[in-house]
C-alpha cells in the first residue's frame, strides 16, 4: 500500500493519514513512479494497471469497475469533423465513471483495515461508494444535502448506508469531512485515492490508441477530481514513455453555462478558479459552484493545451436527443454535453477531419429519467397488416 | 449471411426468409456447423464469436454488447453451498442481457439491407431494439401491450421508434408478427437472430471456465427464447469438443411462482408447456402466460439434468435486498430470483460447496426504480464530529 502523497503544484510531500490537501491548499495525489511501467499483458478491469494503484489487492465489487468500452460511432461525425469516440463510463457497475475510485478507495479501506467509509455526495458517488462498501461488509456513512430527492435516497438506500440529510452550509461540509478526528476514510470526489483510480480511465483510452495517441480527450467537469486523474494519468504515462511529449491528448473540461466557475476563471485568465453563484441546470450531476480542485483542472487544461467549455442547457437536451436517436445511447444531462462540446470545437476548426477526439460520456441516464416527449399510436391488432404496410410503404398515417 | 434454419425437434429445415417456426410447430435457429471452432484469440464483445453467428459485421451499437462481467462475490456464498458467480448482464449497453440478440438482429438486417426492423415487447426488448436501430438509422417499430406505463414508454420513446399500442389480444401479436406479409425484420424474443445473439453469453460463460466447465448455470426464463440459445451454444461447444459430453452444465430456469407455466409443465412430467393464467408479479418481465419456446426450453432442462423452480414474490424481494445490501448489486425483480433459486438448490443439496454455479443477472435495476424503505436522518454540520464518532464508536443515536 502507498501511503506517499504529493501536490502537483508546489511538490510537498505528506503521508496520504496526515492530510488529504497540502499545505499550499491545493490537493495532493499519489506520488506514483511510473518509470519502469509498461502495457500490461493482462488484468481485470482496472486492475489491469496494479502496478500505478496505491493498492493491489480488488475486493468485492471493485473486480468489476473499468474496461469500458470505447466505441465508435460514425452516425455522430460529420465529413469534416474528427472520429468521435465515446468512453461508455455509464457501463460501470453502478452506472458511472465514480466506480473507478470507489474501487481503489474501498480496496484501500480494506487493506488499511478501516471499518467506516464515507463520502459527500448525494449523486453518483454516493451511490457508488454505497455499494462498493456494501460488497465488503464495510459500514458506510453517506452525508448527502438536505433538499436530495426521495427517489435519489432510495436509490442509494438500497445499499443500506447510514444516510445523513447535513442540515447548515452543505458547500463547507467536503473539506471539512476530511479534517475529522473520526476513524471514517472519506472518499470524496478529488482525494488522492479517488483521483488514483479515475486515473484508470485514462491508461483505458491511451492503451487503445497505443503506440498513438488521441488527439484530445474532452470530457465534463465537476469538482475537478476526475480530471485531475486523467492529467495525472498522461503525465505518469510520459514519464513511462508510453506518450510522446509533443503528442499529448488536449484536454478539454465542459460545464453547464448555468454554473461554470472553471469556465469562468479559464476565459479570464486567473490562475486559480473562483467560486460561482450558479443557477439551477439539468446537468446536476456537475452543478458544483466551488470546485475543490478547479485549480488543478485549470492548470492541467492549460498545460496539455485544451480549453473549458460552458454548454446551454438548451444545447445539452439537444445533445442527449442526437445520443439517444442516433447513436442509441442513453446518458445522463451531465455526460450528454460532451458531444455539444466537441460540436463547437468542430465549428471552430479546433478539430478536424484529421483529429481523433476521445469524449468521456461518464453516466448512465437509466438513473435518473427524464422526460421525453413520446408519441404512442393505437393500433388495432386485426388491422395490423395493413398499418405496418401502409407505414413501410410510406405512408405517413396508414 | 446464414440463412438456413432448422427445428431441434423434428430436425427439418427452413430458409430464414419463409419460416422462423417449423411446420411441427416448434420454433426454428440457425444450423450452425461448430466442428471446427476454436476458442478465438480476439474480438469484440460478442464478435468473439462471429464464426459462430449468421452474420460477420457488426454495425453501429452492436459493437458494443457483450464481455459483461462474470463476477464471484463470496459475501453471498455459505459453508456448505456452491461457488456462486454472477453473470452481470445489466452492464450491456441498454442495461439488458437483451443487447446480444439485438446486436445480431440488427446487424443482419443491415447485411440483408432491411431498412424496417420491429419487435413485440414494452420492456428491455423493446428499449435495446429501438436502441440499437436508432444507432444504424433503421427504422423500427415497437409494439407495446395497451397498458404499457407512460414511465415505461418514455424510456423506449427517447430512442423514436414508431411505437404502437396493440389494441386486442395481445398475446397473439407476438406470432402474428412473424407471418405477416410486410417488409419488417421483427426480432421477437425466441426469434432465430435473437437465438443466435443470446448464445453468445453461454459462450462466454464456457470459455471462462475453459477447459474445465461450471457444473450449473441458472436464469430467468420468460419466452424461453434465452434458454434456447444457451442450450444451443451448449451443444455447439459439446459439438466443438471444447465442452466435455459427461460434464455438460445443468441449466435451472427460474419462473416467478405467480405465473410460470414451464414450472407447472415441468414438475407435472409433461412433453409440452400449456399455457397458464398468471397473476400479477413484481417480476414483469418475465411474466409469460404462454411461452413459444416453452417446449423447446422444457426439453433443454431434460437433456441436461437440470430443473425448473418457481419462486414467491416475497422471496424475489428478499432477494434484490440481500444482492443490494451484501454484493452492491442493483437488479431488477425479473434477474434477482435467480439467487433464490440458487439458495434453493443448495437447501435441496442439489448444489454444494465442490460446485461452480453461474447464475445470470439478466438485467439492471435501474430502468425501473422499485421503492426501497429508506432512513434519512437529519445531521447538524456544527454536530459533526460527535455525530459520526459516536456512530463509528457504536453508539446506536449519537
Redesign the interface.
Known sequence: MDTRVRCYDCGATDDLRDRKRCNCGEPHWFDTDTRDFDWPDEGM?IWRYVDVLPVNEPV??S??SGNT?L?R?R?LESADGPRIHLK?EG?????SFKDRGSAVGISYAVADGTT?V?TVSHGNMALSV????????L?C?V??AEETPR?R????????P?????????G??YE??LN?????EFVNSDTPLRVAGQKTVAYEICEAFAPGAPDAIVLPVSSGGNASGIWKALRELETAELLDSSAMPRLYLVQAARCDPIAQSYRAGSAAVTAVDGEETIAVSIANEDPPSGTRALTAVRETGGAVLSIEDDEIRAA??QL???????VEPSSALVLSAIEELTRSDTLGADDDVVGILTG????E?T????????????D??R???G??GGETDP
Chains 1, 2 share one sequence.
Do not use: C
Open positions: 478491469g468485492g465489487l473486480r468489476v468500452p466505441h460511432n452516425g461508455l457501463l460501470n457497475p453502478t452506472g467506516w464515507g454505497a455499494a462498493h462498501a456494501a460488497s465488503v461488509d459500514e456513512a452525508l448527502v427517489e435516497l432510495e436509490l442509494i438506500g438500497q445499499h443500506d447510514h444516510l445523513f440529510r447535513a442540515i447548515g452550509s452543505y463547507d461540509l471539512e469531512t475529522l478526528d473520526v476513524d471514517i442527449m436527443r439517444a436517436e442516433e447513436a442509441g445511447l442513453s448512465s441516464g437509466y438513473k429519467q422526460t421525453v416527449d413520446t408519441a404512442v399510436r393505437d393500433l388495432p391488432i386485426d395490423l397488416e398499418v405496418l404496410s407505414l413501410v
